[in-house]
């Protein structure tokens, strides 16, 4: 879809409309905007912003790259900001966290260029650890916060933040959500503007030196921009105010938010009753605005995704201007304060708000109970039924050998999780991690749990992007702390949770490009760590003679699982026409003792009609199967 998106993209010209996803659209609009660094860390839902401008950079000549995390690519894209290049960093929630510590420091020293900072929430925390609400970044660092509602503003308000970031000479954040990136909608594409370099970095400047008195001196300035901030927001052309003829009702909304609630007047035919404001700035917020509103009006619902950051507001704005409305949202317990919305829930809500006949979702639908059922029947044919490494996956691999050597060590452990495919090894048949929590925390609870002589000991689990983005520091505190924990680096050679990007370790560019490679093992060692292995997991029994070794040593130890993504490996084969090998079972050999699917639980491997076989469209040859078989009933 990627590839379909960035051609239509390139065969349109200004006043024409497309079909896309909101992460093209954001692309397109950094285009438009002509941003010249852009910059950010893969994560699901944003991935895919990046993926879609590669292929415009030599065109467009802009910088676009990965960064070893969100910290550090938030600080590139600002670097280029206050050299006289509009930037951009897009993030995902969890990484606005990383980036918190440069994003406080930089907006108090402000930029010579537009910069963007998109950060992109998960209600529902489909792909996320947590769901989070990053609204709140924009009131801490006192920048224009502003929400797109579909596609074809998430475009142009990626337009009008690099524009208004020049004007007011600090970062504009954008929240957006999954539903909005995800989703696709017409976009009527704009003019390429071609922007030249403005203010260039001034070395003897103080405003580049946030620190002792200086840095109160910039916080006053940033106190100052705020009135101009203000006026941004009344006049912000995506505010908008839909009135009904009647006035005792009404919706004040942002985001996706929006069209759930119009959804949710349509299907009640309510348009006649209720009146919407959409807001599109929510910080600071359009108060005037608000208050012309709230005017007339008896009853408002506020209808926000996660936290009640405008419902707060809005009563404050109406406590104020002394307005007798009542208000309700998150904070009434008319909205849970967690998970997505949906037209559904929100319909309900308006009327019971409304004191209007709530109306089931399914009540009196076949069509949809239908649907339901045979949502379910597919569930059925689906093998486990549950969420599991793919065929091939070398985590599966590096699981089964560690379990198996936990197993024979006859010692119990603690095993500390991370971020990426790998936190499968939770779920059956491995049941092996304990623990998940931030990108580098495997290692870093790891060395407390350490610390407090709990009595077992611990193994840290962490993939290798995950280790250069987060663990490094973490190991530095194992070495200078001398704890004793065996840390196993599942190093599959690619971000492959996200959609197989490429990291420092890899040496490939998100442009495909080649540059250095940073090894692991010579980062291991560079952290303190004098036992480094590295073995290939599918080599099961050299993999658990070393697992099994490690674990009766003591002190620091790093064992590197390396071996590459099997989807990884399937894509290459099939751009190079390269026939993968499959694995079949003898009927003759087999004993149906199920072996293969308890302890791997490979989708490849079904149980159908009292036989077991391998389903040669999914089996990505790699030969696990076959050397867990004790009958030697399997082969290629």
């Known amino acids: 879809m990627i590839e379909l998106d960035c051609q239509l993209m390139r065969n349109k010209k200004e006043g024409e409309n497309i079909s896309i996803s909101g992460n093209t659209a954001i692309a397109r609009g950094l285009i438009e905007g002509s941003a010249k660094m852009i910059t950010s860390y893969p994560g699901t839902p944003c991935a895919e912003v990046i993926e879609s401008l590669v292929p415009f950079s030599e065109e467009y000549k802009f910088h676009v790259e990965w960064s070893v995390n969100e910290k550090v690519a938030l600080e590139v894209a600002f670097a280029a900001a206050i050299s006289g290049s509009r ?101 009527t594409v704009g003019r390429i503007q071609d922007i030249k370099p403005g203010l260039q970095f001034e070395k003897k400047s103080l405003r580049w030196f946030i620190a002792g008195r200086n840095s109160v001196k910039q916080h006053e300035w940033l106190h100052e921009q705020q009135g101009q901030l203000k006026n941004i ?49 929510f910080n600071p917020l359009p108060e005037n605005l608000i208050k012309q509103f709230l005017n007339s009006l008896g009853k408002v619902l506020v209808v926000e995704e996660l936290e009640p950051l405008i419902e707060e507001k809005i009563k404050a704005v109406a406590v104020r201007s002394d307005k007798k409305v009542e208000i309700y949202g998150k904070l009434s317990r008319h909205f849970s304060h967690v998970g997505a919305l949906s037209p559904g829930i929100v319909r309900d809500v308006i009327a019971q708000t409304y004191s209007l006949k709530t109306v089931s979702f399914l009540q009196n639908d076949s069509r949809k109970l239908k649907a339901i059922k045979d949502v379910d029947d ?139 490679a ?51 490996s399937n894509k290459r084969a099939k751009e190079k026409k390269i026939r993968t090998k499959h694995y079949t079972i003898n009927n003759y050999k087999c004993k149906q003792c199920k072996i293969c699917i308890n302890v791997l639980r490979c989708p490849a491997i079904l149980f159908r009609n009292n036989r077991v076989y391998i389903d040669r469209f999914l089996c990505s040859g790699c030969g696990l199967c076959s050397q867990v078989c004790p009958f030697n009933a399997i082969s290629c």
């Open 378 to 516: 597919i569930k059925k044919t689906i093998p486990y039924g549950y969420l599991t490494f793919c065929p091939g996956c070398p985590h599966r691999a590096s699981f089964y050998g560690l379990k198996r050597a936990i197993k024979k060590s006859k010692q119990e452990f603690i095993v500390t999780g991370d971020i990426g495919c790998y936190l499968l090894g939770r779920r059956s048949p491995f049941l092996l991690e304990h623990t998940v929590f931030c990108m580098g925390a495997s290692i870093g609870i790891g060395c407390g749990l350490s610390q407090v002589e709990s009595g077992e000991r611990v193994i840290a689990t962490i993939g290798d992007s995950t280790f250069l983005h987060a663990g490094i520091p973490a190991l530095i505190n194992c070495s200078y702390s001398n704890v004793d924990i065996l840390i196993c680096i599942l190093d599959n050679r690619t971000i492959a949770m996200t959609g197989l990007q490429p990291y420092p370790g890899t040496g490939v560019t998100v442009e495909g490009k080649k540059n250095k």
């Open 233 to 281: 927001s009344e006049a912000f052309s995506f505010n908008k105010i839909e009135p009904a003829v009647q006035k005792e009702y009404g919706i004040i909304t942002t985001g996706v938010g929006y069209y759930y609630a119009k959804e949710a007047i349509n299907y009640l035919s309510l348009q006649d009753c209720i009146s919407i404001l959409k807001i599109g700035c």
């Open 87 to 187: 930037s951009a960093f897009i993030t995902k929630h969890v990484g606005m966290n990383v980036a918190a510590d440069a994003l406080m420091h930089i907006c108090y020293a402000g930029v010579n260029a537009g910069m963007v900072i998109i950060s992109v929430d998960d209600p529902g925390a489909f792909d996320s650890p947590i769901e989070q609400d990053t609204r709140f970044y924009a009131r801490m660092a006192e920048i224009i916060g502003i929400e797109p509602s579909n596609q074809q503003e998430a475009k142009d308000m990626v337009v009008s933040a690099l524009e208004f970031s020049e004007k007011t000479q600090l970062p504009v954040f954008i929240r957006t959500t999954n539903r909005i990136l995800y989703g696709r909608g017409k976009v």
């Open 518 to 568: 940073i090894k692991l093992e010579d980062m291991v060692r560079a952290c303190g760590i004098n036992y480094v292995k590295v073995v290939d997991p599918f080599k099961t029994k050299k993999a658990g003679e070393v697992l099994l070794g490690a674990l009766k040593m003591r002190g620091q130890r790093v064992v590197i699982l390396r071996h590459e993504c099997a989807q990884l």
